[in-house]
């Protein structure tokens, strides 16, 4: 098979969430030990940071390698879902693993893991790790796939774990409140390893606090130690963050959830120069500067045009809308345009009651079986007093978009990671 072909059986033969959601959910790690002892333990051959979370984790985690590449690290990084290419998932100082490796795993491993049946994301955290091991990372950052406690990237033991924050997303795998989902992502914490929690509440803090004493686990929370002083937008796209410790830090993901995001980071650079993994402040801001060119980040309040503005953002929760919508609304144009789409296991109605009214809407449908079906979105949309038209695809709304707008107007594509994914594959084809 040749890397197409390969990507194709991955995604064929193995459940795969991003596709069918619940049914490619397997509760439990024994698959995950099995491929871990087949492939002779790999995680225990480099040290990890572990970040888990509702939102953020990607960036955080993006940001942490980025820091640690900067620092003059070998690093790892293990993210998901990737938006155009599976090889975004696993990467070394910023470089796809290659797709020679990933044909020549399949080909050679597959006897051994097709009557495991495992799922998609079992099998590639097992190629990740020892892809890791075998190009000899000195430290690798690896993002939680779903939840925590289950998931199976939870066999490390990592130097520090970190969880971003907390809110409803998931409900029918990590439970229906707040408390249980921070009990699920809270299973990362291991006994002795310090964990740094990125924002908590009056129900989650509890959880945490109960989890990392249970587990003599040093416990950090970001949010008491306020690292980031204050945030402002530059005209160049960036954010300039003035900092308690480290000056006047340039942050090149502009989001304003990033606000967040830095302050949790920012307590995770100071374990680490407390341990002396990090020894100045050069690869801090370095890292904050150049997460997308350093580590392949996309689609975090990314910036696909400039006349007319078109921004993209995978923010598709309602915690990542309660940030995007302010922002959204805040961007001064003649004429704002949405492209929208959700996937079926979000809350799509609280959604939408953040979504700006004064907006043109061109609903589109993501290329997953998972996607709302893009006349229901039309319907829902409509009950929200959000007009627009609906589109059988993200390019096809894309375009009409685009046709529509003035030099002055903005242009917005979100609502799911999938609808990004769509539209920077179009836009990757199309060049």
Known sequence: MNYQETVEYLFNSTPVFEKVGATAYKEGLYNTYELDKHFGHPHRQFKTIHVAGTNGKGSCSHTIA??????????????????????????VNGECISERYVVDFVEEERNFFEPLHPSFFE???????????????????????????LDCTNIITPILS???????????????TLQKIAGEKAG????????????????????????????NA?????????????????????????????????????????QKNTNTVLNVVKYLKDVRIINNDDCVRAGFANVCEATGLMGRWQTIGKSPLVVCDTGHNVGGWQYLSSQIKSVECKALRIVFGMVDDKD???????????????????????????????????????????????DEAYEHALAD??????????????????????LKNNN
């Open 66 to 91: 980025a820091i640690l590449q900067a620092a003059g690290y070998r690093v790892g990084l293990y993210t998901s879902p990737h938006l155009v290419d599976f090889r975004e998932r696993i990467r």
């Open 162 to 176: 970190v969880i971003t924050n907390i809110s409803l997303d998931h409900t029918q795998f990590l439970g229906d």
């Open 123 to 149: 099998l590639t955290t097992a190629l990740a790790f020892k892809y890791f091991a075998e190009a000899k990372v000195d430290i690798a950052v690896i993002e939680v796939g779903l939840g925590g406690r």
């Open 348 to 394: 799509i109605e609280h959604v939408m009651d953040m979504l700006p009214k004064n907006a043109v809407y061109y609903f589109a449908q993501a290329t997953t079986h998972r996607a709302i079906p893009v006349n229901v979105v039309g319907e829902k949309a409509l009950a929200h007093g959000l007009h627009g038209t609906c589109y059988t695809s993200v």
């Open 218 to 258: 040093p416990i950090i929370f970001a949010e008491d130690t306020q690292e980031v002083l204050k945030a402002e937008h530059k005209p160049n796209g960036t954010m300039l963050y003035t900092t308690k410790n480290y000056g006047n830090v340039s942050g090149e993901l502009a989001g304003e959830y990033q």
């Open 405 to 426: 707008a003035d030099k002055d107007d903005f242009v917005f594509v979100g609502g799911s990671s999938y609808v990004v994914a769509d539209l920077l594959t179009y």
């Open 188 to 215: 990362i914490i291991k006994p002795n390893v310090p964990v740094v929690i990125g924002e908590s509440n009056a129900e989650t803090r509890p959880v945490f606090e109960a989890k990392a004493a249970e587990n």
